[in-house]
């Protein structure tokens, strides 16, 4: 009788025990003895909810305390043969996260952090990561690697401020400049997907080559086209929050998920939409079926680079309406390099979330989180270092992706031609 072998990794125990010691130099050689105030309720809110106040240097030494012992049962779990399960590194994140705000707001200048801002702030930056993250997710899973996204991102950004700009109209500028960056995204992906399926041509360099293109031609026509031209095509309409009756009274969740506009709306639904479509569908089961072993997808009569091909361009549509963002949600007008390499944190949440889309957008919300969260301490005058918390986003992305990840297999034929026999 043949026995199972149950394979797990010590990457997660090894990367814990890291932050635990990380965490233990930082709150035990640099305490703050001053209290941390979290601030749930903004002014606008119906449903205030008192601040709470908690003592820096207890709250810091109880977490750190917490910190050891989930280390410590992530490591006997190892030893015993188990995996480390996915909650215990979430309860670990959301301990260190709470320690660490608490020692950073009691060293302040205001001590106080407003969580409504900081969610609703992480919200917002981790909306083109999560529509980046789910074309990631398409696309691998039909077996083509998308290292475009980042162009993906940047052709819709660009695309979506000139149409919308040179329409003008609020309602039908915003339209159909969500439409154009869609469009936009999905002519980088034809480009890839030409390549990378009919001629075989390698998929990273494709992708690579692709984001240098698209940043080089955007980048080109800003300084000529767009700068000259700001108030007729660089000075899109943006999009309005639109509050959804009692969801958005709701302390803390209401402003973070339901006073938002349109397009992170329709990113709620492209989530559930790529979900159900990938598990529950013919369509997502023939998609996984070419990712997984295109040879076997072609005997049952599935045309593996037709499947490819229109599903990488429907990758590259997500990817684009994410960039559209950018211009009319957020910033409201383009800028070059504005994506800032958010398509390759894209890319990375979906490897964190091992290739499903719920568990890449909650990859794509933790990025966006540690993105404002550079921002928050900014604003409350924490005492870390300006230079740490620049690279804080990609500290991570890093940690999360070769510490937290241990031994997954994405689909077996992603980033291998299909050459028919």
Same mark, same amino acid.
């Given at each position: &009788?043949?026995?199972?072998?149950?394979?797990?990794?010590?990457?997660?125990?090894?990367?814990?025990g890291a932050?635990t010691?990380?965490? @233990?130099?930082?709150?035990?050689?640099?305490p703050?003895?001053?209290?941390?105030?979290?601030?749930?309720?903004?002014?606008?809110?119906?449903?205030?909810? !008192?601040?709470?106040?908690?003592?820096?240097?207890?709250?810091?030494?109880?977490? $750190?305390?917490? %910190?050891?012992a989930?280390?410590?049962?992530?490591?006997?779990?190892?030893?015993?043969?188990?995996?480390?399960?996915?909650? $215990?590194?979430?309860?670990?994140?959301?301990?260190?996260?709470?320690?660490?705000?608490?020692?950073?707001?009691?060293?302040?200048?205001?001590?106080?952090?407003?969580?409504?801002?900081?969610?609703?702030g992480?919200?917002? *930056?981790?909306?083109?990561?999560?529509?980046?993250?789910?074309?990631?997710?398409?696309?691998?899973?039909?077996?083509?690697?998308?290292?475009a =996204?980042?162009?993906?991102?940047?052709a819709?950004?660009?695309t979506?401020? &000139?149409?919308?700009?040179?329409?003008?109209?609020?309602?039908l500028?915003?339209?159909?400049?969500?439409?154009?960056?869609?469009?936009?995204?999905? $002519?980088?992906?034809?480009?890839?997907a030409a390549?990378?399926?009919?001629?075989?041509?390698?998929?990273?360099?494709?992708?690579?080559v *692709?984001?240098v293109l698209?940043?080089?031609?955007?980048?080109?026509?800003?300084s000529?086209v *767009?700068?000259?031209?700001?108030?007729?095509l660089?000075?899109?309409?943006?999009?309005?929050? =639109?509050?959804?009756?009692l969801?958005s009274?709701?302390?803390?969740?209401?402003?973070?998920?339901?006073?938002? /506009?349109?397009?992170?709306?329709?990113?709620?639904?492209a989530?559930?939409?790529?979900?159900?479509?990938?598990f529950?569908?013919k369509?997502?089961?023939?998609?996984?079926a070419?990712?997984?072993?295109?040879?076997?997808?072609?005997?049952?009569?599935?045309?593996?680079?037709? /499947?490819?091909? +229109?599903?990488?361009?429907?990758?590259?549509? =997500?990817?684009?309406?994410?960039?559209?963002?950018?211009? %009319?949600g957020?910033?409201?007008?383009?800028?070059?390099? &504005?994506?800032?390499?958010?398509?390759?944190?894209?890319?990375?949440?979906?490897?964190f979330?091992? +290739?499903?889309?719920?568990?890449?957008?909650?990859?794509?919300?933790?990025?966006?989180?540690?993105?404002?969260?550079?921002? /928050?301490?900014?604003?409350?005058?924490?005492?870390?270092?300006?230079?740490f &918390?620049?690279?804080?986003?990609?500290?991570?992305t890093?940690?999360?992706?070769?510490?937290?990840?241990?031994?997954?297999?994405? !689909?077996? @034929?992603?980033?291998?031609?299909y050459?028919?026999?």
């Amino acid at each position: &009788m043949l026995e199972s072998t149950v394979v797990v990794s010590w990457k997660a125990p090894i990367a814990l025990g890291a932050v635990t010691v990380l965490s @233990a130099l930082l709150f035990l050689i640099a305490p703050h003895d001053a209290e941390a105030v979290f601030r749930v309720s903004s002014p606008r809110d119906v449903i205030q909810i !008192p601040e709470i106040v908690l003592p820096g240097i207890a709250t810091t030494w109880v977490c $750190l305390v917490l %910190l050891a012992a989930l280390t410590v049962w992530s490591a006997l779990l190892v030893r015993a043969k188990r995996r480390v399960p996915l909650w $215990l590194v979430i309860v670990f994140a959301v301990v260190f996260m709470l320690g660490f705000l608490t020692w950073a707001a009691a060293g302040a200048s205001t001590h106080v952090i407003p969580l409504a801002g900081l969610f609703a702030g992480a919200l917002s *930056l981790s909306v083109p990561l999560i529509f980046g993250a789910l074309s990631g997710v398409i696309s691998e899973r039909v077996g083509v690697v998308n290292i475009a =996204i980042e162009g993906q991102l940047l052709a819709g950004a660009f695309t979506s401020a &000139m149409v919308s700009s040179a329409i003008g109209q609020a309602v039908l500028g915003q339209t159909v400049g969500m439409i154009a960056a869609a469009i936009a995204g999905v $002519l980088v992906s034809f480009v890839l997907a030409a390549f990378a399926i009919k001629y075989f041509v390698d998929q990273v360099i494709v992708g690579v080559v *692709l984001n240098v293109l698209v940043l080089g031609l955007t980048s080109f026509l800003f300084s000529q086209v *767009l700068a000259p031209n700001a108030s007729v095509l660089n000075s899109p309409p943006r999009l309005e929050r =639109i509050p959804i009756p009692l969801l958005s009274e709701i302390p803390l969740i209401g402003p973070t998920f339901f006073r938002q /506009t349109i397009i992170v709306y329709l990113m709620y639904v492209a989530v559930v939409l790529v979900y159900i479509g990938l598990f529950h569908t013919k369509w997502g089961l023939r998609l996984r079926a070419v990712g997984e072993h295109p040879q076997a997808a072609d005997t049952v009569g599935i045309n593996v680079g037709r /499947t490819r091909f +229109w599903n990488v361009s429907l990758g590259g549509a =997500i990817a684009g309406l994410g960039g559209s963002f950018f211009t %009319l949600g957020s910033v409201g007008a383009f800028n070059k390099e &504005m994506t800032a390499g958010l398509g390759f944190i894209a890319l990375a949440a979906v490897i964190f979330g091992q +290739w499903d889309p719920i568990k890449a957008t909650l990859a794509a919300l933790l990025f966006g989180f540690a993105l404002n969260l550079q921002n /928050t301490l900014g604003v409350i005058g924490s005492p870390v270092p300006s230079e740490f &918390m620049l690279m804080l986003p990609y500290v991570v992305t890093i940690f999360a992706v070769a510490g937290l990840v241990g031994k997954v297999r994405g !689909p077996a @034929a992603s980033g291998k031609p299909y050459i028919k026999s």
